[in-house]
Structures are given as C-alpha cells and as structure tokens.
C-alpha cells in the first residue's frame, strides 16, 4: 500500500492554504513558560482541537490541574492535554502520534528580524519564519494536513490513528507523565487503545541535506557537590594556614574526566558495549562529517580525526562534562576571597544500560574515596543528582522501515519533484531544483546527545516502537531566534507523515 497520488496532489495544490494554517497557528503566542501568556497557550488546545474535530477525529481536551509553583499548587491552570482518536478497524495498525502546541518565549527585540509571532514567509528563499514553525507547530500541523487531505477527498486512512498533543513540553512537560499512565492503565478503554507503535516529529534532520531518523537519546545525570569548611568568606591572609574548600573541590573536579573525555569514575562503562563493526558503519555513513561537528561548535575541536569516533562521542558513548563552580569568585575584578562553601557542577550523559540511579552510587562512592584521600578537614557536606534515563530504540522494527521507505519511496514513486504548487514560483517550482537533492536519499539513522523526557515516558508506559521522524532541518534553530521552517519540508513533510502511515499499513504484521 502505497500512499494514494490524490493525497500527494492535494497538498501539493493546497500549499497556500496549508501555509496559511501554519500562519493561523505561529499567530497564537503559546509560551507555556510565561504565566502571562497562559490563556494563549489554552486559545492555542482550542483552535487545534476545533482543527481535529473538523476533520473527523474524536478529540478532548484533558484538564490537568493547577500547575505546581514551588511544590504548591497556583491558581494557574495547567494547558490541555489533547487526546483524539479516528478509526477502530481491527484489521488496520493503530498509530500514537505525540507533538506539542505550546512554544518557546520570543521577543523580536531578541535578535529577530520579523515580528516572531507573525509567519513571515520568503517564496523566493524557501523559508517561513516564526516561533514554533519547527519546533512543533510545523509538524503538528502537518498531521492535521494529513487529516485534511484525506477528509476532504473522501480516503480512508490506511491505519487507526491516536493522538496525543501537549501544552507544556517546554516548560518540563508537567502533567503528561501521569495523564500517559492513566490513559495506558484503561487499556482498550482509553485514548491509546490497541497502539501497535507511536511517531513523534519534534527533531530535525542532522543537516541540511539529508533527512533522519533519531533511534536514541542519551539519558542525563546531573550532579551537585558541595564542600565547606571555615565559618565565612576568608581573606586569602588566611592562605597557607588553613584547608581550602575550593582547592578540595577542584581536586576532586580534576579526577572525573580526562582531557580526551575519558571518564574516570570506576565502573562507569560497565555494561556498555563497544560499538559493533555494523553499528560503526552507521555512524560511517551519516551525512554529517568531523567539519559539521566543529562548524556546529564555532570551532576547530573535534575530539578525533576519525569521523565514527566524533559522532559515537557525540551519539552512543557516555560523557561528563564540567559546568561550574557556585560560591566561587565569579566577576572580572580581583578579589582575594577564600570561599567558605562552594558547589560542584557537572553532568554525565548516560547511556543503556546506566541509569542515574547507578550512576549515582558509582559517583559518590568514588568521590567519597577520592575525597578521603586529600585529607584535609573540610566537610563533603553533600552529593545531590538529578537524572533522567536514556533510551535506545530497535531500529530494524517496521515503524523505522515505514519512516525510511516514507522517506525514500515517497520521491521515487510518486516523482514529487516539480509537483509543488508553480504559482510559488519558488526554487521549487521547476523539476530541475534544489529539491531534488532532498529526500532522494535514505535517510540518516542517528541518535541524539541529549534527551526528549517525552520519548521515555511513551516508551516506560506503553512499551511500543517509537520513531523520531523529523520534518525539519539542522538549522531551523528551534528555540533560537529566527526560527524557521523551509517550504519545502513543511509540504513535502506533510507528504511524508502520510506516506509513512501507508508503510506502517503495509509493514505491520496482520493480526
Ligand atoms: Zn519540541
């Protein structure tokens, strides 16, 4: 089952009108992290859910609550959890889509070159740009897209489709881990009844050329080490005489992790595996060389020469990085303090099999022993963690087939290439332009350094595949000024999340 050329077609002929959704939508200022904006953010569940209902699908909005403000509840309600369902055919896959309609804060006097919340597009450069056009009104839309064209062409749609949309995913996502518990512990009388696997598009592409497909996140643990010892600030007159709590802390500091990114933490690499010659071969073939990385940078400090090297650092590997110092002298001028009580930042990025919790023991144990080595009088007063696990996902599952034929069959099969809207008259327009170098390709099968909590609650609570499938590029520079989405991907990527339900269609076991 391929997808039909009708649907290819009408949103091909309906890209102005698919624009103007988008405009609709970047229009309503929904920053979750901003009190002030929060009746936008809940304007923002309505007008999706009045979008959802228009085209079929049985959606509510689900209250959540007073949002918790310093572990007390505020008398600021929490955004609606969007949850929908169309379809209920046992012979048809059912697919959980996850996006988020709430957005990052933007001020144009940021640095922005037009009004943020005001789409601007730019025909001639591909580009619309906006607040939320990538990250994540985009590709929520383009799901609604999806929806349009099928409604209005009178198609079925080739699987049963759930959904789940958020308003609160930039501001820690509050309120989505229980209401995805609760809604998984109904079973086939909740919203994610019978899901056989779940798509979120809230990524980008690595680069600008090739699209990906994210299989991975490094999990997080983040650590907080505090030392004192005299009473108050000293004068560095004491200097000499007594134990310093900073030099303690910058010795233990000094232990964690080597130059070359080594970690030193005992154990800390046990259960890893070492990258297998198939897995290396991935990481050969991504579109994305030592250069991008330093380019990505701002400098020439790659860890290695050797591509797979740069990117399983950056992907696959552990890492801890260094942070900071608090209580420490931080101006510019000179300041001859000996701080009484300062506190260690660092992190590690984790991956299967650590878990913070382990993480936690390996690191305090070894930094007790290392601290008991100095021997000095100051106290380790404590050792406090914050983590978040990682999550890798089986990428050789048919939801990843579906998304990587969606991505390379959609061209070949249905040559879209020219058969965008000429009235654009945009790059393009014609059969010989850049887009032709886009989407042509297989995509790149990547994990990311950091982490999406969301990924983790889906994967925790249902225990279905998950694909991360982009409609973005690398340098839309979501929650970045000018953020932006090309043309091109927000129509064609509205193509690909409907292909991609058509492969899911065809690949799915029968049940
Ligand atoms: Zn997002």
């Known amino acids: 089952m391929v997808a039909p050329k009708a649907f290819l077609d009408f949103i091909d002929d309906h890209g102005k009108e698919l624009i103007d959704r988008l405009k609709e939508a970047v229009a309503i200022p929904s920053v979750s992290g901003d009190p002030a904006r929060r009746e936008d953010v809940k304007r923002m569940a309505a007008w999706l859910l009045e979008q959802l209902g228009r085209f079929g699908v049985n959606a509510e909005a689900v209250p959540l609550g007073e949002q918790i403000v310093d572990g007390t509840p505020s008398d600021l309600d929490l955004p609606p959890i969007l949850l929908g369902r169309i379809g209920a055919d046992p012979k048809k896959p059912t697919v959980l889509i996850y996006g988020h309609y709430d957005v990052q804060p933007a001020q144009k006097s940021d640095g922005w070159t037009t009004e943020p919340f005001e789409l601007h597009v730019d025909y001639s450069n591909d580009k619309m740009t906006g607040r939320g056009t990538t990250d994540d009104k985009g590709p929520v839309l383009g799901w609604v897209n999806v929806l349009e064209a099928h409604h209005a062409l009178g198609i079925e749609l080739p699987v049963n489709l759930r959904f789940c949309f958020e308003g609160m995913e930039e501001s820690g996502c509050e309120g989505l881990d229980a209401l995805v518990a609760e809604e998984a512990a109904k079973g086939d009388q909740g919203y994610f009844d019978n899901v056989d696997c779940i798509c979120i598009s809230d990524t980008c592409w690595l680069n600008t050329n090739t699209p990906g497909l994210t299989y991975g996140l490094r999990g997080v643990a983040y650590f907080h ?209 850049s887009l032709q170098e886009i989407w042509l390709k297989t995509p790149d099968f990547f994990r990311e350094g950091g982490s999406i909590p969301v990924t983790l609650t889906f994967a925790e609570k249902l225990g279905k595949n998950i694909v991360l499938l982009p409609m973005g590029r690398g340098d839309d520079g979501a929650h970045s000024t000018n953020e932006k989405v090309n043309i091109s991907n927000y129509l064609q990527g509205s193509k690909l999340l409907g292909a991609y339900l058509y492969e899911v269609a065809k690949l799915a076991p029968k049940t």
């Open 225 to 433: 080490v505090t030392i004192s010892g005299p009473g108050a600030d000293l004068h560095s007159g004491f200097g000499g005489s007594v134990f310093e709590p900073m030099t303690d802390l910058i010795a233990l500091m000094s232990k964690l992790v080597t130059s070359d990114a080594r970690i030193l933490i005992p154990g800390i690499y046990d259960g890893v595996k070492p990258a297998s010659e198939e897995e290396i071969e991935l990481y050969n073939k991504i579109d994305f060389s030592v250069a991008d990385v330093e380019q990505a940078a701002g400098g020439k400090i790659a860890i290695s020469d050797d591509k797979a090297t740069v990117l399983m650092g950056r992907m696959r590997n552990p890492s801890l990085s260094l942070h900071g110092i608090v209580g420490a002298s931080s101006g510019v001028e000179t300041k001859t303090v000996i701080p009484a009580r300062v506190t260690g930042k660092f992190s590690l990025r984790l991956v299967p099999p650590q878990t913070p919790e382990d993480v936690k023991i390996k690191v305090e144990t070894y930094l007790r022993s290392e601290f008991a080595k100095l021997n000095t009088k100051n106290t380790l007063e404590s050792i406090r963690m914050e983590g978040g696990s990682a999550w890798v996902e089986d990428y050789k599952h048919y939801n990843y087939e579906a998304a990587k034929n969606a991505t390379e069959v959609s061209r070949l099969e249905h040559s879209l290439v020219g058969r965008l809207p000429t009235h654009f008259g945009g790059p393009f327009a014609s059969p010989t332009s």
